[in-house]
């Protein structure tokens, strides 16, 4: 047990225990009388449970720039991101390439060429072209995008 | 049948999730305080880096930041290694967390499906660890045999050795041979390094040497349980529960002051917030403490300076998980030890005769149900508070720093610790999640 001494101090949220937004699924009575809705009531609704299909997996990414304004990725952003999902053709994936972190849609189409690429959604961004010789580690699938729209 | 889950290099690990340019390089992480090296990467520890190396003889050694140098950053890695322990639970019919690294499962439940699939529990490891790997980013080492010190045994060989694919099963009888065969007597789990020696005094060397000798032998030579459980378990009788591993004994929670603390009102507070940390831990293994203990102790390297040690313990007519309580017990024993006229390098709580919190043996004359509940509330919303707004957001009034003109002051506590080379909270702070382009 030479590395590992006991846990020491460490205060932590998983995604599980994280803050969960309830939205009301349904508005109960005011009190008084016994609903006659009562049977029919739900669960109220959750944001993970929707979005979050990997807890273990996942972990959030602020998004910088505008490279994908086209995908609707705001600079900002917030996106989830999962690693266990599998990665195919076409997918926003978030990754590690030459020692910085950027958000893509992968294009594997040229892979017979000894290369791929990580499109941008904006027109004003180039292709990040990813061959042999570049440091790049997929760091997971972008499952969902989220923004603070009160700013509007 | 049992397995253990090991993470590999767990600190180092954890700082290589976000970090994956750092795989295959030297890396190490510091202790509280940047004192010393606590955990290395392979790469480090093949540069002959030991555990417990001072920080600065690792800067002279290594002037040229050959070595990526981390601060202990408990915060992540508590959450990296939840969600593992969380994968793990998911996969197993039981499972025991045993540290923050490690962790059982009691397989017995798949002892009963049929022999094909029994055959498959060395796939069921490897599938596990891969799929570990991908989801979190962590690497693990499972071994698998009939009892636990066996099934440590076997993880130590799975990480060892990379044929066997990260997961070890001890399955046969000759196997168990063969592994005991090869493994020194002092890695073996429950033998400490004194009791070792004095089993190589009476010729032991390997596992397989005292394994092998009588039931006779063991009990009238040794007379002692723990080596008696351990020979048992290392020839396949189960018999270490369940029970005596999932819960720490005691816990304790010290620290070295980065300077030196000369005032019984700093040592006072930051005793304070030591016991508000057990206590937290307490009531996150849902458990109780019938005894706080508290230690003090002055710097021995500075043998230009008088030297002090002392240590003071209370045991509670009630055992306890409140933070109330530890603290105001803690700051007693304190009271009571505290000298004028030395400099403090270390201070520590320890909480002891841990029992489950469900079970508390009410003493008649000290018990107060109604003090007792409004208490359980108190902590719990400070519990809930905390771990919304981060650690220390509120705090007892006895936490609290007194020094003048200072701001937050929960912050005072947590900035007196030096961490130089802290990595960022990805997982657990909204200002620290990764940025991407």
């Known amino acids: ?152 | 049948m049992y397995a253990i889950i090991d993470c590999d290099n767990c600190y180092v690990s954890c700082e290589r999730v976000f970090r994956p340019d750092l795989n295959g390089k030297p890396v190490v992480v510091l202790s509280n305080n940047d004192g010393c090296v606590v955990a290395r990467s392979n790469e480090a520890k093949a540069l002959g880096i030991k555990a417990g190396l001072p920080y600065y003889q690792l800067k002279e050694r290594f002037p040229n930041n050959e070595i990526t140098v981390f601060s202990s950053n408990y915060e992540l890695y508590g959450d990296i290694t939840d969600r593992v322990m969380s994968l793990v639970r998911k996969a197993a019919p039981t499972f025991y967390r045993y540290s923050i690294d490690e962790g059982f499962c009691d397989l017995s439940g798949m002892d009963s499906f049929p022999a094909a699939f029994h055959s498959s529990l060395k796939k069921w490891g490897e599938d596990l660890t891969a799929y570990i790997w991908k989801a979190t980013r962590m690497p693990v080492s499972i071994g698998i045999a009939s009892t636990k010190t066996l099934a440590k045994m076997a993880s130590h060989y799975a990480k060892k050795y990379k044929g066997y694919n990260h997961c070890c099963f001890i399955e046969t009888d000759e196997q168990r041979i063969k592994a005991l065969e090869k493994y020194e007597i002092e890695e073996v789990w429950g033998i400490g390094r004194r009791y070792a020696a004095r089993l190589q005094a009476l010729g032991i060397k390997t596992a397989l040497d005292f394994a092998s000798h009588a039931d006779t032998w063991v009990r009238a030579t040794l007379n002692n349980v723990v080596a008696i459980r351990t020979w048992k378990e290392l020839n396949g009788i189960d018999c270490i529960p369940m029970e005596d591993m999932s819960k720490r004994k005691s816990i304790c929670t010290s620290r070295s002051f980065p300077g030196m603390v000369t005032d019984m009102d700093a040592l006072r507070t930051s005793i304070s917030n030591f016991a508000a940390r057990c206590a937290e831990k307490l009531r996150k293994q849902e458990s109780v403490a019938q005894t706080v203990s508290v230690f003090i102790d002055t710097n021995h390297f500075r043998e230009d300076l008088p030297q002090y040690w002392n240590m003071a313990e209370e045991r509670l007519l009630t055992p306890t998980n409140s933070t109330q309580q530890i603290v105001q017990t803690a700051t007693r024993c304190t009271e009571r030890i505290f000298r004028q006229g030395y400099h403090y390098k270390r201070a520590g709580v320890i909480v002891m005769g841990i029992s489950p919190a469900g079970s508390i043996q009410t003493n008649f004359i000290d018990y107060d149900a109604e003090r007792h509940e409004k208490m359980k509330r108190l902590d719990e919303a400070l519990d809930k508070i905390n771990r919304e707004y981060g650690s220390e957001t509120i705090v007892l009034g006895s936490q609290q720093y007194t020094k003048p003109g200072g701001k937050g002051k929960a912050d005072v506590f947590k900035d007196s610790i030096k961490h130089d080379f802290r990595s960022p909270c990805y997982t657990t702070r909204w200002s620290d999640i990764p940025e991407a382009t």
């Open chain 1, 1 to 152: 047990m030479k590395d590992n001494k006991p846990m020491d101090g460490a205060e932590y949220i998983t995604l599980e225990d994280a803050k969960r937004l309830k939205l009301p699924y349904f508005e109960g009575l005011a009190a008084g009388f016994p609903s006659p809705a009562g049977d029919y009531q739900h669960e109220s609704l959750d944001l993970n449970e929707k979005f979050v299909h990997h807890p273990e997996a996942s972990y959030f990414v602020r998004i910088r720039g505008e490279s994908m304004v086209g995908l609707g990725l705001f600079d900002g952003d917030i996106c989830l991101a999962d690693r266990s999902e599998e990665i195919s053709d076409g997918n926003i994936v978030v990754a590690f390439v030459n020692g910085g972190l950027t958000v893509k849609t992968l294009d594997t189409s040229t892979k017979d060429q000894g290369y791929l690429r990580l499109m941008p959604a904006n027109p004003d961004f180039k292709p990040i072209i990813i061959d042999a010789n570049d440091q790049f580690i997929i760091q997971g699938k972008v499952t969902s995008v989220h923004r603070d729209t009160r700013k509007y």
